[in-house]
């Protein structure tokens, strides 16, 4: 059983940053790949950002976001980082994270275990 407890979600002016953590729970988590994903108002969960359970450069961005956000893990602390930069008001969202056994997906429905989420607003 793995748990996730997002934090560092807030409100931001466009052009701001943000640092999104999840803390999460359980022996084996080095083993998980974890993902973050966002959900706007009326709209779909979609895929931001995975990273494998090796960590380093083995990730993967939505087009959206690359080249903006930079995921990242530590597995002696057991968590996941999401580097939020050159924000927009589309970015608006509430935040998950959310991990999977073995290797990375874009896909939400493929991740077993998920956190509560956290708020980022951007706006002037």
């Known amino acids: 059983q793995v748990q996730l407890v997002e934090s560092g979600g807030g409100k931001v002016q466009p052009g701001g940053s943000l640092r999104l953590s999840c803390a999460t729970s359980?022996?084996?988590?080095?083993?998980?790949?974890a993902g973050w994903f966002r959900q706007a108002p009326g709209k779909e969960r979609e895929f931001v950002a995975a990273?494998?359970?090796?960590?380093?450069?083995?990730?993967h961005y939505a087009d959206s976001v690359k080249g903006r956000f930079t995921i990242s893990r530590d597995n002696a602390k057991n968590t996941v980082d999401l580097s939020l930069n050159s924000l927009k008001p589309e970015d608006t969202a509430v935040y998950y994270c959310?991990?999977?056994?073995?290797?990375?997906?874009?896909?939400?429905?493929?991740?077993?275990?998920w956190g509560q989420g956290t708020q980022v607003t951007v706006s002037s």
């Open positions: 359980g022996r084996t988590f080095s083993m998980y790949a």
């Open positions: 959310a991990a999977r056994r073995w290797g990375l997906s874009v896909i939400a429905g493929q991740y077993d275990y």
């Open positions: 990273i494998h359970w090796s960590g380093g450069d083995n990730t």
